[in-house]
């Protein structure tokens, strides 16, 4: 029977852990409430976002968000939003059931900052994760990785998104930690339950812990645990496979279909395109801008190496490798900020700059960790690469290995002393570019509405062509009842007019255009562009300029039947 202290001790332990959980959860929710709970990271989360509405206005018919034109266009090449694919006669805009479904219950209950429950609830979850993770390699209490993870790590920023990714990253902490630890049953079927959810949830992760399971046998100690826990290893395995199960056979019932035929067809194009891998593999994981230029992928070296000479120097105890890191990272961040400003920070800078202090500071388990981790990274950029990972905040696809290695490194220096030099650097940078990102995604967020409301008081319920064809989507819970057509290139905007001549014959129409702003007035209609295309049967009467988020401005054109 445990000592009255010792019980409460415990008390306290557990009222501070429900303490810090309630103060990150209010803190994801502010952030979130802060930008425009309608406007997302990105256009997919954008179509997430309408099927969730849908949902929860209208059950699982509302995965079907239909098509106006539908009748005059019924591959629906023009569709308002884009990679909305046709199934049987429903229009679909996600790729996996789940978390819609589980998002629509709090958008029902509690509006558009309730869509983001199980986004948000995944910070302080996964924020355990990493600090029983860190416990593991010897941290005393975790607390570091818990406060890092949870509040200046991309997790913290996927919370405020329609994305699958805060979820299955936090599972798939709560995965690494088991794997490490001596199970006994019940500890065996929780690590079955936490691999299959993060991997039926995003494919990538199921990769990584696929990697992370094949590095326990390289230490002896564990090799021999799992040999001799046979009965444990099957307990794990087929409560992976269930979970999985369930969740493919969700999406079927649901979708009409499960994510196993696009894994399999993505993985057929395993090591394809071996350049474009490879720049996306510098982007996401040495890089602190969206482009491959050998300035900027030297300024992002420049930041990591910095961190890891100062923990080079912390090691050894000397003072001027401390120092000569503080330049390399201030020199970084500094020439980040005035050119780079608030953007995008694509690299492992963005997942955490303080993740190159761990392989100088790693031992044992967290030396395998990182290394197992480094692998993982690798195999992702060569099976599950989908092209394009440049504009994703902190390499999305590299998550939970990028994280791992961050909480290697967090992991020491909570055990060396967060005081010297060094860690405060690498802690500092870390909720420095952090909060970048953070600010970056608020101020995107306030654009992009500001933009969908001036948009929209200029067009009302007017039919509108955008041949800006990602804008409907980001903006899609607003478009997806109205009369929008979409246009993927000045050839397709004549495509666009006819379907709408059909579908609303003898209205008027806007066109959503840019208008060459940048190499002349952003007033320019659509005869006066270059490589333009003739719009037959209707006449321009009028343009309006409209602000746009990235620093451009864009054009509203009305055209009217003749």
């Known amino acids: 029977m445990a000592s009255p202290r010792k019980a409460s001790a415990t008390a306290r332990l557990h009222r501070?852990?429900?303490?810090?959980?309630?103060?990150?959860?209010?803190?994801?929710?502010?952030?979130?409430?802060?930008?425009?709970?309608?406007?997302?990271?990105?256009?997919?989360?954008?179509?997430?976002?309408?099927?969730?509405?849908?949902?929860?206005?209208?059950?699982?018919?509302?995965?079907?968000?239909?098509?106006?034109?539908?009748?005059?266009?019924?591959?629906?090449?023009?569709?308002?939003?884009?990679?909305?694919?046709?199934?049987?006669?429903?229009?679909?805009?996600?790729?996996?059931?789940?978390?819609?479904?589980?998002?629509?219950?709090?958008?029902?209950?509690?509006?558009?900052?309730?869509?983001?429950?199980?986004?948000?609830?995944?910070?302080?979850?996964?924020?355990?994760?990493?600090?029983?993770?860190?416990?593991?390699?010897?941290?005393?209490?975790?607390?570091?990785?818990?406060?890092?993870?949870?509040?200046?790590?991309?997790?913290?920023?996927?919370?405020?998104?329609?994305w699958e990714h805060a979820p299955s990253v936090a599972a798939g902490l709560w995965a690494t930690a088991w794997l490490g630890e001596p199970l006994r049953l019940r500890g065996f079927v929780a690590l079955g339950a936490a691999a299959g959810l993060a991997g039926g949830l995003r494919r990538e992760t199921m990769l990584v812990l696929f990697v992370l399971g094949l590095a326990q046998l390289v230490d002896p100690i564990r090799r021999r645990f799992w040999l001799t826990h046979r009965f444990g290893v099957l307990a794990a395995g087929t409560t992976a496979a269930a979970v999985l199960a369930m969740i493919y056979s969700f999406d079927y019932v649901v979708l009409g279909r499960s994510l196993t035929g696009r894994t399999l067809a993505q993985a057929g194009l395993a090591a394809s395109n071996f350049d474009q891998r490879l720049n996306d593999a510098l982007l996401t994981t040495v890089s602190q801008y969206t482009n491959p230029s050998v300035a900027a992928l030297l300024l992002g070296l420049?930041?990591?190496?910095?961190?890891?000479?100062?923990?080079?120097?912390?090691?050894?105890?000397e003072r001027r490798r401390v120092v000569f890191g503080y330049v390399c990272v201030v020199v970084s961040l500094l020439v980040r900020l005035l050119v780079g400003g608030l953007s995008f920070v694509p690299g492992a800078f963005a997942v955490l700059p303080v993740a190159a202090a761990a392989p100088v500071l790693a031992r044992g388990a967290g030396r395998r960790l990182w290394v197992a981790a480094l692998v993982a990274i690798a195999v992702v950029l060569l099976v599950q690469w989908t092209g394009s990972l440049n504009a994703q905040w902190g390499g999305r696809y590299l998550l939970l290995p990028a994280l791992l290695v961050t909480v290697v490194a967090v992991a020491e220096i909570e055990r060396r002393g967060v005081r010297h030099p060094a860690a405060v650097l690498a802690l500092g940078a870390t909720v420095a570019i952090a909060g970048i990102g953070f600010v970056f995604q608020v101020e995107r967020a306030r654009g992009f509405g500001d933009a969908r409301d001036a948009v929209l008081d200029v067009v009302g319920d007017d039919v509108v062509v955008s041949s800006h064809p990602h804008f409907p989507r980001e903006i899609a819970e607003s478009v997806i009842e109205r009369r929008w057509l979409r246009a993927d290139s000045t050839q397709a905007v004549k495509g666009a007019f006819l379907v709408a001549a059909q579908a609303a014959p003898q209205e008027r129409i806007w066109l959503l255009h840019d208008g060459r702003c940048a190499v002349g007035p952003c007033d320019r209609t659509w005869a006066a562009r270059e490589q333009t295309v003739e719009i037959p049967g209707y006449r321009s009467t009028g343009v309006t300029t409209v602000p746009w988020p990235i620093g451009n401005s864009y054009v509203l054109e009305r055209f009217e039947p003749l």
């Not at 978390?99 to 924020?127: D, I, K, Q």
Request: charged content about 15%; cysteine-free.
């Open 16 to 162: 501070a852990g429900v303490g810090a959980a309630l103060l990150l959860l209010v803190g994801v929710s502010a952030l979130a409430a802060s930008g425009d709970l309608r406007v997302n990271s990105g256009s997919d989360a954008g179509g997430k976002t309408a099927t969730v509405v849908a949902i929860a206005d209208r059950g699982f018919e509302g995965v079907d968000l239909g098509y106006w034109a539908e009748g005059h266009d019924p591959e629906g090449v023009h569709h308002p939003l884009v990679h909305t694919e046709r199934r049987d006669d429903r229009w679909i805009q996600v790729t996996s059931a789940v978390m819609p479904a589980a998002s629509a219950v709090g958008e029902r209950a509690f509006g558009s900052l309730g869509a983001l429950w199980l986004a948000m609830v995944s910070v302080p979850v996964g924020a355990f994760g990493a600090a029983r993770l860190a416990r593991s390699m010897g941290a005393p209490s975790g607390a570091l990785a818990f406060l890092i993870v949870g509040a200046a790590s991309p997790l913290a920023f996927y919370a405020t998104d329609q």
């Open 302 to 317: 420049l930041s990591l190496v910095g961190i890891a000479l100062a923990t080079w120097g912390w090691r050894t105890d």
